[in-house]
Each structure stands twice: as structure tokens, then as C-alpha cells.
């Protein structure tokens, strides 16, 4: 089927050139001479191209050209115009004239414009295609919050390495979100369409990971009743996530390393060489290069694992995060519990930031699930968090201390906690800013803190 044009002009001799200029660039056109005609044409023969003459009697280009995206926003209206129009064509191509030309039109310019109209047509194509190919919630980044600089980078990293089938080893402490990268790695690949199945490497005994991974035969150990597919298996076509690597056993890390290798692998107590086509991404909040050192984790291993390392950094590390974490947190929990928590005031937020947080977000998440729950108001305030202490200098009520060592403990814990922010310490503790400073004062001239407290 040809494509179809319309060619809106009152001058005949005119509308002949443009309508031969295009039938010579293989369209089917037709021609009106005037825009409510035009109109009505472009309605029944629904060409993908009009050519209109701005200036026309009754109806002029730019009605033209209104009345007919209108219709079909997809239209490709082009207009033409000569000297002394140039402002309506800026305003036809502000209403969406896909581009002008300036009469007299050579038909070298027609060409130049309908290759243009092409290129632009082939790209918007490509981009639906790839807008279709991502599944419906096409948001990758779902759920993941977060602006801080070293985190922005980790993460764009792994959008980047995502399309690739590379073998990826996400770094980082417990509870910085390793396990949600993954997630990411996953959905942002080729295979989101295909399974996503998680192994908990350190869950599992020797014996019992290896026929979880690799599956066994029917009979291949006491209690094999079936023959059971493994992890690798079910993970074809998708993403395979080796979680706690660094607690894999001796004997599986071998294994790993013949499919890292070769994509081989046989199912316990099985003869037959199976390929695994599923993508590896591995996460570890253990120091593996320790583990090398002292012979639990293989080296060949890890060099075939660390192709990509990508390092999550801790919560200490992205402190200006908590506020935004803080609002995801208050808003997730408002969902998911329909807790009445909206906001934390000055105070508690200030607490957060000063935290140690070696549980890191997960640390962060738990507290705030807590105080969304226990909060009676709309806000939550320090008496609702349960912070994690500096175990060192957790002031506990051990027999044998003073009262005002017992003081001095918590005012400075607190100060410290809150980056020395009297003020925010003092509310905290419920007292004045004042008395804080008055007991750092004498503190400070019996030798009790350091002078520069
Ligand atoms: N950037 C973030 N934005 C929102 N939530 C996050 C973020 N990072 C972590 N979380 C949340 O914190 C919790 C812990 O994250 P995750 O399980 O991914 O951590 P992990 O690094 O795998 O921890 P572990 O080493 O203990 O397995 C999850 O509930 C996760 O949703
Ligand atoms: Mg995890």
C-alpha cells in the first residue's frame, strides 16, 4: 500500500508542482484547493502527510493544521509559506506544524523535508518499541531512594551493566540494600521478562546447597525420591542471585566456578553435562579478599566474580539520605499499616542523622516501622525512636557508677549522637540549652571532658 499525501493550495499552478513532487517520492496524493475542502479530504483519505499553503481563502494553514491534529495527533502537517507570512509560520509551527517551507519550494527541498519527516518517524518508532519491551511498572528504580552522590553512582553503574550478561558482584554492609540492586540489575536487564530467583548461600549445608543450585537425579542420595530440577535450571532465561557468596561452602564454589567458566554444569548423582543459560549476580557483606587470605573463599573464584564489583555505601556514609529514606519509610509503613505517622520533628531527625546505624537501612527502616506504630500523632518524636547505641558508650545503669557519671555518660552520648548540636541534645534530654552548657562548663573545670567541649 502507497503512502498517502494531500496538497492543500488556491494556486493551481503550485498545487501541480507539489503534487508531482511527491508522487515522484512514490505517494498517492490528493489535492484541494482551499482548507475546508482540504479538511474534509484529509478526513476520508487519512493521508500521513498534508502539505498546506498558509495563506488561503476562508480557512487558512494554520486552521488547517489545528483542525487536523486535532483529528490525528499523529498527522505530519506541513506548511508552506511565502515572505511577508513568517510570523503565522512560527505560530503554525508552534501549534505542531511538523516544519515549513518557503515558497517558491524546489523539489530538492520537498525531498530534504520528507527525509527529515523519516528519520524522525524511524526514531519515535524505536522508542515505542523500546518503551513496549519494558514490562508494565517500567520503572526500574522502584522503591530504591536515594541521592547521595557515591550511591547515585553504584546505582548507575548497574543500569549501565545491567543489559550485559556480566557476572556482577554487589558489594557493601548488611542492610545497605545489596538485594535490592540486584532487583534492579534484574528488572533493568533483557531478562526481566524472565525469572529473578534468589539462593541464600549461607542458609544451607554443603550438601543441600549444591543439589538446591545444580539439582539432583532421582536416587542420587538417601531421601532423592524425584528428580529435582536446580536453581540453575529454573533460572534460565533470567537472573540467578547468589546472595551471602562469601558463605558459600568450599566444595559449591568449585562448582560455581565450572558454570562462571563454561556454563557447565550435572545435577547430583547425574552424568548428562547440562548448560546453564542464567545471568549471575553475586552480593557479599563479607571482606572476600579476607576470606582468600585465609583459605575459606577461592581465589579464582572471586576473580571471575569481582568482574564488576559494584560497592553500596553504607548508611554512615550517605547521611544526607535519611531525610528522603525517612519519607519513603513514613509513607510505605502509612500503606502498608495505616499508621497516622506524616512527619518527624526537628528533634528526632537530627537523632537519626547523628545514629551509627550498623544495620544501615534496614536499621533505619526497622525504627521507623516501630515509631510509625507506637507514634500517637502525626509527628514522630525522639520518644518514639529506639536508637541503636555505640555499644561502647551505651550508658547502662551498672551498679557502681555514680548518678552524675551516669549523667555525664548520656549528656555526652546524646551530644555526640546529635553532632554536638546543643540545642537539639538539650530538647532531647528535656532540658535547657542552658543547664547543658552549665554542666559542660563544670565538667570542663574539674577535668571531666575535654576542653574544647
Ligand atoms: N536505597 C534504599 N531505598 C529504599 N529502601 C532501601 C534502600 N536500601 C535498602 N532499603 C531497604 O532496606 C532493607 C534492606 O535492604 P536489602 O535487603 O537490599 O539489604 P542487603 O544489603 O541485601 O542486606 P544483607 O547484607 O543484610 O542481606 C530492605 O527492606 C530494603 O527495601
Ligand atoms: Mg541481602
Not at 533505619?364 to 506504630?373: Q, S
Amino acid at each position: 500500500m502507497s503512502r498517502r499525501a494531500v496538497v492543500i493550495d488556491d494556486d493551481p499552478l503550485s498545487r501541480e508542482f507539489l503534487v508531482e513532487a511527491l508522487r515522484t517520492s512514490a505517494f498517492h496524493v490528493e489535492e484541494a484547493p482551499c482548507g475546508e475542502d482540504g479538511v474534509a479530504l484529509v478526513e476520508r483519505f487519512d493521508p500521513e502527510i498534508v502539505l498546506t499553503d498558509l495563506r488561503l481563502p476562508g480557512m487558512d494553514g494554520v486552521e488547517v493544521l489545528r483542525a487536523c491534529r486535532e483529528r490525528n495527533p499523529e498527522l505530519s502537517v506541513i506548511v508552506l509559506t511565502a515572505f511577508g507570512t513568517v510570523e503565522r509560520a512560527v505560530e503554525a509551527m508552534k501549534a505542531g506544524a511538523e516544519d515549513f517551507l518557503l515558497k517558491p519550494v524546489s523539489p530538492e527541498q520537498i525531498e530534504l523535508v520528507l527525509g527529515r519527516l523519516d528519520g524522525r518517524r524511524r526514531l519515535e518508532k524505536e522508542n515505542r518499541a523500546m518503551k513496549a519491551s519494558l514490562p508494565a511498572d517500567a520503572d526500574v528504580f522502584r522503591d530504591i531512594v536515594g541521592g547521595n552522590r557515591q550511591f547515585i553512582e553504584a546505582l548507575q553503574l548497574a543500569e549501565r551493566v545491567a543489559a550485559s550478561d556480566a557476572t556482577i558482584l554487589v558489594r557493601g554492609d548488611s542492610g545497605t540494600g545489596k538485594e535490592l540492586v540486584a532487583g534492579l540489575l534484574h528488572r533493568a536487564s533483557g531478562r526481566r521478562s524472565g525469572p529473578f530467583i534468589r539462593v541464600n548461600c549461607a542458609a544451607l549445608t554443603e550438601s543441600l546447597l549444591t543439589s538446591e543450585l545444580f539439582g539432583h537425579e532421582k536416587g542420587a542420595f538417601t531421601g532423592a525420591h524425584q528428580k529435582k530440577e536446580g536453581r540453575f535450571e529454573l533460572a534460565s532465561g533470567g537472573t540467578l542471585f547468589l546472595d551471602e557468596i562469601g558463605e558459600m561452602p568450599s566444595e559449591v564454589q568449585g562448582r560455581l566456578l565450572r558454570v562462571l567458566e563454561n556454563g557447565e554444569f550435572e545435577r547430583v548423582g547425574g552424568t548428562k553435562t547440562l548448560k546453564s543459560d542464567a545471568r549471575i549476580v553475586a552480593a557479599t557483606n563479607r571482606d572476600l579478599e579476607d576470606g582468600i587470605e585465609c583459605g575459606r573463599f577461592r581465589e579464582d573464584l572471586f576473580y571471575r566474580l569481582n568482574v564488576v564489583p559494584i560497592r553500596l555505601p553504607s548508611l554512615r556514609e550517605r547521611i544526607d539520605d535519611i531525610p528522603a529514606l525517612v519519607s519513603h519509610f513514613l509513607v510505605k509503613f502509612q500503606r502498608e499499616h495505616g499508621s497516622v505517622a506524616r512527619s518527624v520533628s526537628t528533634e528526632a531527625l537530627a537523632l537519626l542523622r547523628g545514629a551509627d546505624w550498623p544495620g544501615n537501612v534496614r536499621e533505619l527502616a526497622n525504627i521507623m516501622e516501630r515509631a510509625c506504630l507506637i507514634a500517637k500523632g502525626e509527628t514522630i518524636g525522639v520518644q518514639d525512636l529506639t536508637l541503636p547505641q555505640r555499644r561502647s558508650k551505651q550508658p547502662t545503669a551498672t551498679v557502681g557508677i555514680t548518678l552524675e557519671e551516669m549523667e555525664r555518660q548520656l549528656i555526652l552520648g546524646t551530644l555526640e549522637s546529635t553532632g554536638w548540636n546543643r540545642t537539639h541534645a538539650a530538647r532531647i534530654l528535656g532540658v535547657t540549652a542552658r543547664t547543658l552548657s552549665n554542666k559542660l562548663k563544670v565538667w570542663r573545670a574539674r577535668g571531666l571532658v575535654k576542653a574544647e567541649m
